[in-house]
């Protein structure tokens, strides 16, 4: 019997850079997030992408909210970081991901103005945001930015 071999070469490995942001409100009812809906509204998550050439982390995390939420946002703080590898099948890749995420203000837009990558943008309760992330370390960054929020005096 011959030893099975396999086409495929190794993957390659490479390293991305991404940023984003959980953008919040205040309303009678407390604060709120929004987050969007990709995979065929299978999973929910905190607007993010990649860093573009002669971009800073700040101005891709707004240009990346803007684009997959609909929403002008305003930097409060950075609240942290997540690293963690992924496949990318289709280039036989293993990409080493890393994703800088800021706390931001809403200071208006139309979540009706997402770009074709999203399949849905919605205010979430922060609570209830929290619970509906499909991803554990965005649920941390979700409670992070609440404690931010809530002892910061984000809410003037």
Known sequence: MKPH???R???????QTSSGGIVFKTTENGIEVALIAINGK???CIPKGLIDEGENSEEAALRE???ESGLIGEIIDKIGET?????QRSENTKCHKTVSYYLM???GGDMNDHDHEVDE???FPIDEAIEKVTYKDEKELIRKAK???ETGGCLK
């Not at 070469?9 to 390293?15: D, E, L, S, V």
């Not at 690293?83 to 496949?87: E, G, I």
Request: proline fraction near 3%; hydrophobic fraction near 40%; aromatic fraction near 16%.
């Open 5 to 7: 071999s396999s086409s």
């Open 9 to 15: 070469a190794p993957a390659k490995i490479k390293r």
């Open 42 to 44: 299978t999973r929910w």
């Open 83 to 87: 690293s963690y590898w992924c496949f």
């Open 147 to 149: 404690n931010m929020i």
């Open 121 to 123: 943008a919605g205010w």
């Open 105 to 107: 203000k809403c200071m």
């Open 65 to 67: 909210v803007r684009e």
